[in-house]
């Protein structure tokens, strides 16, 4: 079916109806039904997919290295030719060695933590037939190739002792040594910095160039695929829906799914009160359970009785376009899943006493005998019923914040945190059950967050209990409120955390920190372990609760897409220094400091468009050492002289209160670049 | 941070005298405070006051508790384990010679049980699930559950007794080679090799599963390697590491279990010296006794620190931060 629209005469990676399936207490569940695409000489095919849609199954199945329960259970997967599934033992050790190369997400557990990376490295050249010293003279080359400054220090390293970022370009390094045909990326970006995810997008895209390899590109991140992919393939259960050149197919999509999952995501304009998020209601089906009809079907808006009994065939639907639906010229008219009443913004009060002021607040580690400022002079202000975005890279202090707030950890002498005008004690237990009730937090992982062995009633009513001082009826009464608030239901509770979807967690976890109606709640990446569908849920969740009750959020996210949406102002950290804060407004259109101008041209979008990436050199410098004069002198792009180096400049506020700390005259400094302001909607 | 490691050795080795030094007050209160007074217990409810009191001062007892315990403790600092009550004479020989009789058990019992249990262990991972996995993990289990007493009465009646393969008692004629001792000591180390296969099986099939499953396994798989490199290299590597340190602590665990063998066996270890110190009454052999073991499982346990720390590049260079 693919055949028309093949870029290259002898496709590097061919599946032809590859179906896999996992056995489940002997039963055999599809995870993937006849799944047919294309990967052509030199192309990045990026595939798409919510959790459970498969696409990490296709990289799977297409290396065998399915779990013992998978097995691919129909098709063919064509590796320059060769059919995978029907390969023996040696033939497909030989197609590994040679042909093919992976890099997963999470680089630190790819990695073998008892080896050296040298010997991890000349282990690929071994197997090709190098000799030792060849195959340490190759990784050693092969190493500067993925620009890395001193290849022989990094050689005789450990996994541990490399940053995230670091780690991962030796995964990719490991991957391309072999020089592959095509190279298959699962989530390679997932759980990194926003800053190292641009630099490794930017590095697999040059490489790609350099080494002509093909790429099949696995992820949910449709701005990470927009960027570096030719062409996209969107899975969902099992089925591909929808293929087409990516910019085309993300411009002006031809399956409902694929138009869903667009505007989940929270773009440049979009802001809360303004409208929520869309969502695709309801849930993915289990595997196999829909026998008949389009498998989008119960949660489309735009289905009827013909897309409920007849399944659609994959039709060409344009030049090198595909959808796996009845109604492809349609999508754009799907109805919103989410009713759009603007919310009641109020209006801001200035003279109104702040939610949270820290005056300053400043935090240092000694780690015998030498000193770390995970936080210095952090002044802010928080008003009431407003979000403060908190942005950096890992090592900024974001989290070192948000414990102090928390009273996880005692800030420095000399701080001062002002909850509602008084002064917190700075230890947890020093305050009192008002004290502790007002701050609350909702973690990254409900996973973790939340008790496993417990019920979503016993979770929620232990919260307010300890929060509320309520029990019996009221107890009770209080824990219903809180679930209805939450989008939950009285059937989630005697229900387990296991039980749950990953977003229905997250909303109890949500509710928890709502059980004593709190005047702040730190978020935490509050939607990153989430899929777009469900995260926009969450946002809008956050967003009416905050509408609705005067919360105040604190927001710290890596993604500036959730940051934008939800945010009233923010504050940009950088080695525990507070480097730029304002009106969100302010911030994102500029002037920036140019460590902002970087973090927000490292995001990526679905246009497509990259812009020009402000590329940092260097990693983040330790804490322990930290740069003398500007702490982002060694890294600034920007930077104009001797003084960056000597003197830290001044956090030097405009009228409106947005401030910078930066020694180039703010005329100087650059202004939106990848997010151009999109006019709100009237 | 080079200095990681030798600080987390220090912290460890703060520890474990601790422990040293706790272990010696609760012995001292077990065998000088509690029972009030020595020579009473020595000699009994009838003896006469008057040999007691003699007694007593003979035995240092009639001085206050924290004299008693200082001098205690100064004279094992300077090597000096006191008099034995019932062999009037010297207590470290009778420990030395027990102790390197134990050394000797221990040492056969470990010969034995490492190379089967990690061997067992890594067969069960690699069949995790089928049926070889499930003999190795019912055998391990069951045998666990056996008390040395049983099992080495059953070992004796088939080898010793029936088969008349292995020699019935565990002590070595005078002058004997080291291959006719490893014969003695064969039957007294099985009961605790039955005892210690299931344990280190099941940490080794644990580790070896976990390393399966391990992403840097299919890195590894990935590459192409043949499959004898990816298990060696890449999967028994990290596997054994808590195998190792759980090896080391058993040796401790081993010294202290011999016990029961070693005095159904009549083998003149540091387990019968202890048991017979205490029939005996004979408080200084029993305190240095119990010392001892407590001593040698805290070096064992140290031991498998070190050895995790050598073996784990994380403790062993240290963290990034």
């Known amino acids: ?123 690929v050249f071994a197997i090709l037939g190098s000799s030792a010293r060849e195959a340490a003279e190759r990784s050693e080359a092969m190493l500067a190739r993925v620009r890395i400054s001193s290849p022989a220090r990094v050689m005789g390293a450990y996994p541990h002792q490399l940053s995230g970022g670091m780690q991962q370009r ?20 997932t759980g990194l910095d926003a800053t190292i995810e641009a630099e490794v997008l930017d590095l697999v895209d040059d490489l790609r160039r350099e080494f002509g390899a093909s790429i099949l590109f696995i992820s949910h991140n449709l701005g990470a695929i927009a960027g570096l992919c030719d062409r996209v393939g969107v899975l969902y259960a099992g089925r591909l829906v929808e293929e087409g050149p990516a910019r085309a197919l993300f411009a002006e999509p031809r399956h409902s799914y694929t138009e869903g999952l667009l505007r989940c995501l929270p773009r440049a304009g979009m802001r809360k009160g303004v409208a929520p998020l869309d969502a695709i209601p309801g849930f993915p089906p289990a595997p196999g359970s829909i026998k008949q009809g389009c498998v989008f079907a119960p949660r489309c808006g735009l289905s009827d009785e013909r897309c409920r009994t007849i399944d659609p065939p994959f039709a060409v639907v344009g030049e090198g376009r595909a959808s796996r639906c009845h109604y492809p010229d349609r999508v754009a008219d799907l109805p919103r899943a989410t009713p759009a009443p603007a919310l009641a913004v109020p209006a801001r009060d200035d003279a109104a006493v702040p939610v949270l002021a820290l005056e300053p607040l400043s935090k240092t580690y000694d780690t015998g005998g030498a000193k770390v400022h995970a936080l210095r002079d952090v002044s802010l202000t928080l008003m009431p019923g407003e979000t403060l975005g908190l942005v950096g890279e890992s090592g900024s202090g974001k989290s070192t914040l948000a414990h102090a707030l928390l009273g996880l950890l005692a800030p420095d002498p000399g ?14 237990r020093s305050r009192s059950a008002d004290e502790i009730k007002a701050v609350q937090i909702v973690f990254q992982n409900p996973d973790s967050a939340l008790n496993r062995s417990q019920s979503v009633r016993r ?105 934008r949406y939800l945010s009233d102002k923010i504050a940009v950290l950088y080695l525990g220094r507070l480097m730029e804060v304002g009106r969100a407004t302010d911030v994102l259109d500029g002037p920036h400091h140019p460590y902002t101008e970087a973090l927000l041209s490292a995001a990526p979008s679905v246009s497509g468009e990259r812009g020009t990436r402000i590329r940092l050199e260097g990693q983040v410098p330790s804490g322990l050492n930290p740069p003398t004069g500007c702490v982002f002198h060694t890294r600034c792009p920007r930077r104009i002289g001797p003084i960056c180096d000597t003197e830290e400049p001044p956090l030097a506020a405009d009228d409106a209160g947005h401030a910078i700390r930066c020694h180039l005259p703010r005329e100087q400094l650059g202004r939106a670049l990848a997010t151009a302001p999109v006019a709100e909607p009237a | 941070m080079p200095h990681a490691l030798g600080r987390f050795l220090a912290k460890r080795l703060g520890l474990s005298l601790l422990t040293l030094w706790l272990l010696s007050v609760v012995v001292f209160l077990g065998t000088q405070v509690l029972p009030g ?11 006469d006051p008057r040999a007691v009191a003699a007694l007593n ?55 034995i049980v490492v190379p089967i249990g990690i061997g067992a262990g890594v067969l069960a991972a690699l069949h995790a699930g089928r049926p070889v996995d499930r003999a190795i993990s019912v055998a391990g289990l069951s045998l666990t559950v056996i008390p040395e007493f049983v099992s080495s009465i059953a070992l004796i009646l088939v080898f010793a007794v029936i088969l008349r393969w292995l020699p019935l008692s565990a002590t070595w004629p005078p002058g004997a080679g080291p291959l006719t001792q490893m014969q003695h000591l064969l039957l007294p180390a099985l009961p605790l090799v039955i005892v210690l296969f299931g344990y280190i099986a099941r940490m080794t099939r644990a580790g070896t599963v976990e390393a399966l499953s391990a992403d840097y396994t299919r890195t590894a798989i990935l590459k192409g390697l043949p499959w004898r490199t990816v298990l060696s290299r890449h999967v028994l590597r990290n596997a054994l590491l808590p195998t190792i340190t759980v090896i080391a602590a058993q040796m401790g665990y081993a010294l202290g279990g011999l016990v029961v063998v070693e005095s159904l066996f009549r083998y003149q270890g540091i387990g019968s010296l202890v048991l017979g110190a205490a029939r005996a009454k004979d408080f200084a052999m029993l305190q240095a006794g119990v010392l001892v073991i407590g001593g040698f499982f805290v070096v ?22």
């Open chain 1, 1 to 123: 079916m693919n055949a028309h629209m093949s870029p290259a005469a002898s496709p590097v990676l061919r599946l032809d109806e590859l179906s896999v399936s996992y056995s489940v207490r002997g039963r055999a569940m599809p995870v993937l039904t006849k799944v047919s695409l294309e990967v052509g000489r030199g192309e990045a095919y990026g595939l798409v997919g919510e959790s459970g849609s498969g696409k990490s199954t296709v990289a799977l199945a297409l290396q065998r290295v399915l779990p013992p329960s998978g097995r691919i259970s129909g098709g063919r997967a064509l590796i320059e030719g060769q059919d995978v599934t029907s390969l023996d033992r040696a033939a497909l050790r030989r197609m590994r060695a040679k042909t093919v190369a992976m890099v997963f997400q999470d680089p630190g557990r790819a990695l073998n933590p008892s080896l050296t990376i040298g010997r991890q490295m000349a282990e």
């Open chain 1, 170 to 189: 030796m995964v990719i390094a490991m991957a391309l040594a072999k020089s592959p045909s095509l190279l298959i990326l699962d989530e390679p970006t």
């Open chain 1, 415 to 428: 701080s001062r945190i002002l909850l509602d005008g008084k002064a917190l004690p700075p230890e947890v």
């Open chain 1, 459 to 563: 979770l929620v009513g232990r919260a307010v209990k300890r929060l509320a001082g309520l029990s019996g009826a009221a107890r009770e009464a209080q824990v219903r409120r809180l679930l209805d608030a939450v989008r939950l239901t009285e059937r989630q509770l005697p229900a387990r955390p296991r039980q749950l979807s990953g977003g229905m967690k997250q909303r109890v976890a949500v509710a928890r920190a709502f059980a004593g109606s709190p005047r702040l709640v730190v978020c935490d990446e509050p939607t990153s372990a989430l899929d777009v569908s469900v995260q926009s849920a969450i946002l809008n969740l956050l967003a009416e609760l905050q509408a609705e009750r005067q919360v105040s959020y604190l927001l710290i996210s890596h993604d500036l897409g959730v940051v």
């Open chain 2, 37 to 47: 007074d020595p020579a009473r217990a020595i000699l009994g409810p009838l003896a």
């Open chain 2, 57 to 111: 001062e003979q035995l240092g007892a009639d001085r206050p508790p924290v004299e008693i315990y200082l001098s205690w403790v100064g004279g094992l600092l300077t090597g000096d384990m006191g008099q034995s009550y019932a062999y009037r004479s010297p207590v470290a020989p009778f420990i030395e010679a027990a102790l390197v009789n134990s050394l000797k058990l221990a040492g056969m019992v470990f010969l």
């Open chain 2, 300 to 321: 064992t346990t140290l031991a498998a620190d070190l050895a995790t720390a050598m073996l784990d590049p994380r403790l062993r260079t240290g963290g990034r931060r």
